[in-house]
């Protein structure tokens, strides 16, 4: 099995620590990188989209982190990551679609901005508009945690929790007028308890 895609991508990021939740062994090419542009013509052939992460497992060459996420743990039989029965696992999925959508939409802005200095995020207008939104967004994720009082779907840490964790950690790694978010600083506290997340999120790049 070989993952492929730099370890700086917060989606390649999800793929690495829910491997190393579930004890995998793989191979790691860092594609994205400069000696391994995603213009090459080999990686290309495995993702025609031209982003990472790409997973291959013998014939199987899958892309889209959150699709991966969920490959690893069914094969593994993680019930825990990724419940079978109809509900529950529509539960952690429907959090799983929202940070792929909505909030990682709300934050890539001020993120590109504030964080990765890309010239081309320099207007400020947008930067206020994002940081608003990422907050607004994030005081849904701050409600259902007071509720929960652990993970995000209940008190057993799933795959919801490796995707809106390193999303969070964005937030905390991101400078900016932010307001206080008490549930969601404690849980980014006990995440920080489990190691795969101190390797391939909390692990001091942003
Ligand atoms: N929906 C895709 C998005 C993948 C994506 O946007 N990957 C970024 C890195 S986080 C990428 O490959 N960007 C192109 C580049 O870095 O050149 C997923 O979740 O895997």
New binding site residues.
């Given amino acids: 099995m070989k993952l492929l ?2 370890a700086a ?4 990021r ?1 793929v690495l620590w829910t491997a190393a939740e579930i004890g995998l062994v793989f191979e790691h090419e860092p594609w ?1 990188s400069e000696a391994l542009p ?1 213009s090459d013509p080999a990686f290309r052939a495995l993702n025609p989209l ?4 790409v997973w291959v497992d013998g014939a199987t060459v899958l ?4 699709t ?1 996420c969920r490959y690893l743990a069914a094969q593994a039989g993680r019930t825990d990551l990724l419940p079978t029965s109809p509900a529950a696992r529509a539960a952690v999925e429907q959090w799983m679609d929202w940070q ?1 959508t909505e909030l990682n939409n709300a934050w890539r802005y001020a993120f590109m901005a504030l964080v990765r200095r890309h010239p081309a995020y320099a207007d400020e207008a947008q930067v206020l508009a994002s940081l608003a939104e990422w907050a607004r967004q994030l005081g849904v994720l701050e409600a259902q945690l007071a509720h929960t009082g652990a993970f995000v779907t209940g008190p057993v840490f799933t795959l919801a929790d490796v995707v809106l964790g390193l999303s969070v950690h964005r937030w905390f790694s991101t400078p900016g007028d932010k307001p206080a978010l008490p549930a969601v600083a404690a849980y980014y506290e006990r995440l920080t308890e489990r190691p795969a997340f101190r390797a391939h999120g909390r692990n001091g790049q942003p």
């Fill in positions: 895609g730099r991508s917060i989606n390649v999800k994205g995603l031209g982003l990472v992460p892309r889209e982190s959150n991966i792929a």
